[in-house]
């Protein structure tokens, strides 16, 4: 398939279709159709970015057809039904994540598209630059053979906010009612960096805790995992520590055999060699994880090579995931 034969669609026009849109642009892929079930998004995303077609419904975006990829950026519980109409109308999907709310839909939708089309899951942690930079340096020898994982993420975003919601309310009014909330939407990215730092993980125990008030979901959480050869990996959140940014922060540790490797926000070094410190503009840079996960999917479905983050890859994400609330005693069928 050729660049000037392949065109693309959008399902979801919320904030983060934004930076999912430029990504496109970047790509040099013409978007053709736009939808949303709040058409009034849809329709200024359209004017926004030069977009002929507008939709408030993805069934009829994909029966009247034109493209052959299709981004699915809505919520997740749109998940679900539009991939597998994507997939019955032969389009090529790259899904935002989480694929699914649980394992055993994610399974069902896997076996339901099956070999049709081209499935990517939209994760976009690993291709962020800081943690990419972690990952090369790590490829390269650097530290030897991983031994041990410290990831840690702090924000602000559900702390309470003199006569306004709390900042993550606000931007995602969800929250409200979701009863998961720091494990399923935020810290699933930091679990898919852990393995794809150290490979297969398994939760060996796990704790969360709500510190806001009024909502359903954790804020808190505490894992503790296992890999091979004795590997210890534990991933540490809160989204409502007050002095902290909006926008939660990442600090990773990486011991190996031969050295250790310190992400620290925006900083990385080798302890003992912090005088070379890469520092990277995670404001500035934001954009290029997108770009970078697009360019894949387009790369990908033009070759035939395996995505990094293919559906199949992904799934074991999801299940690790999923086993953090097993392992903290939440009845996720509830």
């Not at 399923?184 to 008030?213: Q, S, W, Y």
């Amino acid at each position: 398939m050729s660049d000037g034969t392949m065109k693309a669609a959008l399902v979801g026009a919320g904030m983060i279709s934004l930076y999912h849109l430029r990504a496109w642009q970047t790509a040099g892929i013409e978007i053709v159709a736009v939808c949303d079930i709040d058409r009034n998004s849809a329709e200024k995303r359209a004017e926004e970015f030069g977009i002929a077609r507008v939709y408030d419904d993805p069934g009829a975006m994909l029966s009247d057809g034109g493209f052959e990829l299709v981004d699915i950026a809505a919520s997740v519980t749109a998940h679900y039904a539009v991939t597998r109409m994507a997939a019955d109308h032969g389009v090529h999907v790259i899904l935002q994540k989480p694929m699914v709310e649980t394992v055993a839909e994610a399974e069902d939708l896997i076996d339901y598209v099956g070999d049709r089309v081209r499935f990517m899951i939209h994760e976009n942690y690993r291709f962020r630059p800081h943690y990419m930079t972690v990952r090369e340096w790590i490829d390269e020898g650097r530290i030897g053979e991983v031994k041990h994982i410290v990831m840690a993420c702090r924000g602000s975003g559900l702390c309470p906010r003199e006569g306004q919601e709390p900042f993550l309310v606000e931007r995602q009014p969800y929250l409200k009612s979701f009863r998961r909330n720091l494990v399923f939407e935020t810290m699933i990215h930091h679990l898919d960096v852990c393995r794809a730092i150290a490979g297969p993980l398994k939760v060996v125990a796990a704790r969360l805790n709500r510190l806001a008030t009024g909502l359903p979901g954790e804020d808190t959480a505490s894992i503790l995992m296992e890999g091979s050869a004795g590997l210890i990996a534990t991933a540490d959140g809160c989204i409502c520590a007050p002095g902290y940014p909006d926008l939660h922060g990442d600090r990773l540790e990486v011991i190996g055999s031969s050295g250790t490797i310190i992400m620290d926000y925006n900083r990385v070094f080798l302890v003992g060699d912090e005088q070379n410190t890469v520092e990277v503009d995670l404001l500035g840079r934001y954009q290029e994880c997108f770009d970078t996960a697009t360019r894949s999917f387009v790369e990908g479905v033009r070759t035939g090579e395996a995505f990094e983050t293919d559906r199949l890859d992904n799934l074991q994400t999801l299940r690790l995931m999923e086993s953090v609330y097993v392992a903290a005693g939440v009845d996720i069928t509830a």
